[in-house]
């Protein structure tokens, strides 16, 4: 009876053990179920972003920078076709110096010839001499008339070659002031376009970049995870550990129920004891070394979100860049456009000009041939008029038969001037419609067009600032996730608590069933292994093993560390 009652108190405290056992925090209930619940999160969430870098990569070259290699086509298109318009437009001004040179003698010409036909009336000179005949009276005033009609001819001539000098006079000067503002305006604007598109292309391989960076990013976190699956086989390995421990415990009470003395059972339990010291010291240990370890990787995933963030954020700025030069070149591109040379009204006011001037010449010369067939008429007229005995009517008519031969000789002679002067202007007129005309309206079509490939940059742009926002959205929210379990992953640190009071509980046991170890570890290590062969069975780990034997004094296997994966 004494027996027994002196060990109501180690079983008292076996029991208590044991309850503590029961109420050790099992991890996969605790900690651990929140990060194994949050890991294909994490995961799947870089994934997803890697595969959407992954579409930005293809975008960006299947669709040459976005479209930008299109564009650059494009642009180089709009340079051949302006400084072809240049090259054809002043090479056409190269007529019109000769045209208006060629006009200007007919001028001067006409001009001069205007004052020999200010002649004194013949009728006049024919009263004053004192000749009343009848016939030679009417013939007078016939020739008086042919002069005449001479004065309203020459003006023609004159205001008609006035005319068309005007006109060309006017559109080559508007054509020069033209052509030499746009020219010095293109090569500026041409300059700032072509300098903003090697920025877009260099933005475009940034943005590239980083999507790299963010498939890189993937991998660091699949390893990350894949790491902490494999520390969170200490979920099971410590529940196992904790299980086999409480079994353990269980069979040092049933040995203890057979009374003190039996040396042998007691002998038992303080080993047991010990043993079940050791494995729960070192289930302990490997669990804190577990959580550490992912804690660890949880702070190199909160790292990877943190660079992902910042390049995300590089590359929306980067977009966000892009897309202010997609505007600047807009309006680089609107005010070519608007340059003086290339204004819708220019070829319309050319060929109103042309038109002008060539009608122009048109009237001069038939005013010119109208004047040789009068210089013949009133040279044929004077000619037949008789002056004998009239001096003054002789001076009048000899300086009428001058002008009516004039007329005639110096008319010939001017008209090939006039065809070659009409020929020039047709030269003008065929380099501006087969070579200026062509060149304006494809530099216009392709001015026309730039504004409709700017704006799909833009589309593509946009569409990359959106996938760029969503990435960096969910990025954030993993980061504040891999905070929160951050902050949550304390659990191993109760575990540690209540291992550390289990501890305390079988050393005050140890103290009460026996007085010292060492009179209860007689024997060798083989005696002492074959007396709790029932607790190797239990083992499922090699880890557990090695601790079995640890405790009984021996040298554990070679452990590598790591559990057999394949025994538990």
Same mark, same amino acid.
């Given at each position: 009876?004494?027996?027994?009652?002196?060990?109501e108190?180690?079983t008292?405290r076996?029991?208590?053990i044991?309850?503590?056992?029961?109420?050790l925090p099992?991890?996969?209930?605790?900690?651990?179920l929140?990060?194994?619940?949050?890991?294909g999160? !994490?995961?799947?969430?870089?994934?997803? #972003?890697a #595969?959407?870098?992954?579409s930005?990569k293809e975008?960006?070259a @299947?669709?040459?920078?976005l479209?930008?290699?299109?564009f650059k086509t494009?642009f180089?298109?709009i340079?051949?076709?302006i400084?072809?318009?240049f090259a054809a437009?002043t090479?056409?001004?190269?007529?019109h110096?000769?045209?208006?040179?060629?006009?200007?003698?007919i001028?001067?010409?006409?001009?001069q010839l205007? =004052?020999?036909?200010?002649?004194?009336p013949?009728?006049?000179?024919l009263?004053?001499?004192?000749?009343?005949?009848?016939?030679r009276?009417?013939?007078?005033?016939m020739?008086d008339?042919?002069?005449?009609q001479?004065?309203?001819?020459l003006?023609?001539?004159?205001?008609?070659?006035?005319?068309?000098g005007d006109q060309?006079?006017?559109l080559?000067?508007?054509?020069?002031v033209e052509?030499d503002?746009?020219?010095?305006? +293109?090569?500026?604007?041409?300059e700032s376009?072509?300098? +903003?598109?090697k920025?877009?292309s260099?933005l475009?391989?940034?943005?590239?970049g980083?999507?790299v960076?963010?498939?890189?990013?993937?991998?660091?976190?699949?390893?990350a995870v894949f790491?902490m699956?494999?520390?969170?086989?200490?979920?099971d390995i410590?529940?196992?550990?904790?299980?086999?421990?409480l @079994?353990?415990?269980?069979k040092?009470?049933e =040995?203890?129920?057979g009374?003190?003395?039996? =040396?042998?059972?007691?002998?038992w339990?303080?080993?047991?004891?010990?043993?079940?010291?050791?494995q729960l010291?070192?289930?302990r240990?490997?669990?804190? @070394?577990?959580?550490?370890?992912?804690r660890g990787?949880?702070d190199s995933?909160?790292?990877?979100?943190a660079?992902?963030?910042d390049d995300v954020?590089?590359a929306?700025? +980067?977009?966000?860049?892009?897309?202010h030069?997609?505007?600047?070149?807009?309006?680089q591109?609107?005010?070519?456009?608007r340059l003086?040379?290339f204004?819708?009204?220019l070829p319309?006011?050319i060929?109103?000009?042309?038109?002008?001037?060539e009608?122009?010449?048109?009237?001069?010369?038939?005013?010119?041939?109208?004047?040789?067939m009068?210089?013949h008429?009133l040279?044929?007229?004077?000619?037949s008029?008789s002056?004998e005995?009239l001096?003054r009517?002789s001076?009048?008519?000899?300086r009428?038969?001058?002008?009516?031969?004039?007329l005639?000789t110096q008319c010939?002679?001017k008209l090939p001037?006039f065809?070659?002067?009409n020929?020039?202007?047709q030269?003008?007129s065929?380099v !501006?419609?087969?070579?200026?005309?062509?060149?304006?309206?494809r530099?216009?079509s392709?001015?026309?067009r730039?504004?409709?490939?700017?704006?799909?940059?833009?589309?593509n742009n946009?569409d990359l600032v959106?996938i760029? =926002?969503?990435i960096?959205?969910?990025?954030?929210?993993?980061a504040g996730?891999?905070?929160?379990?951050?902050?949550?992953?304390?659990?191993?640190?109760?575990?540690?608590?209540?291992?550390?009071?289990?501890?305390?509980?079988f050393?005050?046991?140890?103290g009460?069933i026996?007085?010292g170890?060492g009179e209860?570890?007689e024997?060798?290590?083989?005696?002492?292994?074959?007396?709790?062969?029932?607790?190797? #069975?239990?083992y499922t780990?090699a880890?557990?093993r090695?601790?079995?034997l640890?405790?009984?004094?021996?040298?554990?296997?070679?452990?590598?560390?790591?559990?057999?994966?394949?025994?538990f």
């Amino acid at each position: 009876m004494e027996e027994m009652t002196a060990f109501e108190e180690p079983t008292r405290r076996l029991a208590a053990i044991v309850e503590g056992l029961h109420h050790l925090p099992v991890v996969g209930h605790e900690g651990f179920l929140n990060v194994g619940n949050q890991m294909g999160t !994490f995961s799947g969430g870089f994934a997803t #972003s890697a #595969s959407r870098a992954t579409s930005i990569k293809e975008r960006i070259a @299947t669709g040459g920078e976005l479209g930008l290699t299109t564009f650059k086509t494009d642009f180089r298109k709009i340079q051949k076709e302006i400084e072809g318009v240049f090259a054809a437009t002043t090479s056409m001004m190269a007529y019109h110096e000769a045209f208006l040179q060629r006009l200007g003698n007919i001028l001067n010409w006409s001009q001069q010839l205007q =004052k020999e036909t200010f002649l004194p009336p013949l009728v006049e000179q024919l009263r004053i001499g004192g000749g009343r005949k009848v016939e030679r009276q009417t013939l007078c005033a016939m020739i008086d008339n042919l002069v005449l009609q001479v004065r309203p001819l020459l003006d023609e001539v004159v205001s008609s070659t006035q005319t068309a000098g005007d006109q060309m006079h006017h559109l080559t000067r508007r054509i020069r002031v033209e052509l030499d503002a746009s020219q010095h305006t +293109t090569v500026a604007i041409q300059e700032s376009v072509t300098e +903003t598109l090697k920025n877009m292309s260099r933005l475009v391989r940034q943005v590239d970049g980083v999507c790299v960076k963010m498939e890189s990013h993937s991998d660091d976190v699949n390893r990350a995870v894949f790491a902490m699956v494999q520390d969170m086989q200490m979920d099971d390995i410590t529940s196992q550990r904790i299980h086999h421990a409480l @079994t353990a415990v269980e069979k040092i009470d049933e =040995k203890l129920e057979g009374g003190s003395g039996k =040396k042998k059972a007691v002998r038992w339990a303080i080993v047991a004891a010990r043993i079940v010291m050791r494995q729960l010291m070192e289930s302990r240990d490997s669990l804190v @070394t577990a959580v550490e370890s992912i804690r660890g990787h949880l702070d190199s995933i909160a790292q990877t979100s943190a660079r992902q963030t910042d390049d995300v954020v590089e590359a929306w700025q +980067t977009s966000m860049q892009f897309h202010h030069d997609i505007t600047d070149v807009s309006y680089q591109l609107g005010a070519l456009v608007r340059l003086g040379i290339f204004e819708e009204t220019l070829p319309t006011d050319i060929l109103r000009a042309l038109t002008q001037s060539e009608n122009a010449l048109f009237q001069a010369k038939r005013a010119m041939d109208m004047l040789v067939m009068t210089g013949h008429r009133l040279e044929k007229l004077s000619s037949s008029l008789s002056t004998e005995g009239l001096p003054r009517l002789s001076t009048v008519n000899n300086r009428i038969i001058t002008l009516a031969r004039n007329l005639q000789t110096q008319c010939a002679e001017k008209l090939p001037e006039f065809d070659e002067a009409n020929n020039q202007l047709q030269e003008f007129s065929a380099v !501006f419609a087969e070579k200026v005309t062509p060149r304006l309206m494809r530099t216009s079509s392709l001015l026309r067009r730039a504004p409709l490939t700017t704006q799909q940059l833009d589309i593509n742009n946009a569409d990359l600032v959106r996938i760029m =926002k969503e990435i960096l959205q969910e990025t954030r929210q993993i980061a504040g996730q891999v905070e929160l379990l951050q902050a949550d992953l304390t659990f191993h640190h109760q575990v540690g608590d209540q291992v550390e009071k289990l501890l305390k509980q079988f050393q005050d046991l140890l103290g009460i069933i026996g007085v010292g170890l060492g009179e209860y570890l007689e024997g060798d290590l083989s005696q002492l292994a074959a007396e709790f062969e029932d607790l190797v #069975s239990l083992y499922t780990m090699a880890s557990e093993r090695n601790a079995h034997l640890a405790a009984l004094g021996g040298e554990g296997g070679a452990d590598s560390g790591e559990d057999d994966i394949e025994l538990f």
